[in-house]
């Protein structure tokens, strides 16, 4: 097979001061960091569906899309191929992993049989690439929201013959992500949710979710597949109200129906905003809970407001973000995959390479500027220096568990009333973030 981008070979690494477009200026793989590798403490991955299939429609026009390897048809061989460009793509990037939806690696049959058929094809020659280059799958998942048979939603469907084909689909994708050694499976809840309450049954719904979850847990246990379940939290697009709306709700969600200790989270900073959230925070709730598994790395528009799904730009974004990643400890299974598009207007081949090659040399930014905050210590200081009462006296007894209300009260009136506490900082705070921001 002749090379797709025969004009572009491996990116290096040329250092800050290189003017080369196609170099990386901060992303150095091999340099450590906090005792990792670069490459190890990022995690890189491709997100199939945008790289390889986003033809760059949006609701207004159609796809704009230059892919001269792609002649557009539904064929297995040309899904084949297009497999084959992925990995030449990747492997020139330097990125170790990628991520699948069954459906965008390979083309839906006319039936499921079909289907399962056209999804093996596929899997044999991902596995050839894997091999060849040592590329892996960071995670797979079933697409459940593309097909009008889950106009809907899938495992909460009203029709119960959707939830069957839903989860007859999840197990496919399950096996085929087993048998790519996926380091982990992700559940993006597509339709899970609402367009109007007037025809929905919302407790039935999620106990149906529920249900669907632990026969996935159950069939992961079967094949043997031990890679954790992500669930990806978004609140609405395309439905008006996701279950999965954002990080508190899936842990609550995931704690009533006793399914905490097979999940943890993939979370998403376009989705975080939708919600009204910062993706600092949904990163801070999930690593608080234990959750915090991997990461849909991209961005929207603070003014278009939908899911722009752009590639990261911001340092103050990827340092936060790789702030609370260290803290946890660094990944495990989880880590940073481009769940983003290059623009319509920006249609050539080669700039899905600077679409990457910048959101790498910004995480690689924010994790070198996250591990200098550290090394710098004064911000850690001051948080901890603003609960030191809990460290010592009546705030240590609290916390392990040996007061209650009447010793409080008994304590409290033993003691002047508390007055005006210590000042929160937060202009001292940013400034120091400021400065160590370069
Ligand atoms: C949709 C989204 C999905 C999931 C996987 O907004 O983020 O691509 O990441 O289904
Ligand atoms: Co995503």
Redesign the pocket.
Known sequence: MSPAFPEISKIPYEGPSSKNPLAFKHYNPTEVVEGKTMADQLRFSV?Y?HTFRAALSDPFGTGTAIRPWDDGSNRVENACNRARVAFEFIEKLGAPFYAF?DRDVAPEGVNLEESNRNLDAVVKVLKEEQQRTGIKLLWA?A?LFTHPRFLHGAATSPNADVFVYAAAQVKKALEAAHELGAEGY?F?G?REGYSTLWNTNIKRELDHLARFFHMAVDYKKAIGFKGPFYI?P?PR?PTKHQYDSDAAACLNFLREYGLLEHFKL?L?T??ATLAGHSMAHECEVAAAAGALGSI?ANTGDELIGW?T?QFPTSIYLTTQVMLTVLKMGGFTTGGLNF?AKVRRESFEPVDLFYAHIGGMDTFARGLKIAAAIRADGRLAEMLKQRYTSWDSGIGASIEGGKEDFASLEKYALSQPDPVQHTSGRQELFENIVNELIC
């Open positions: 997100a569906w939806h998942t697409n992700v993006w597509g990806e978004k697009e993939n998403e376009n989705h849909d899911d799904d769940d």
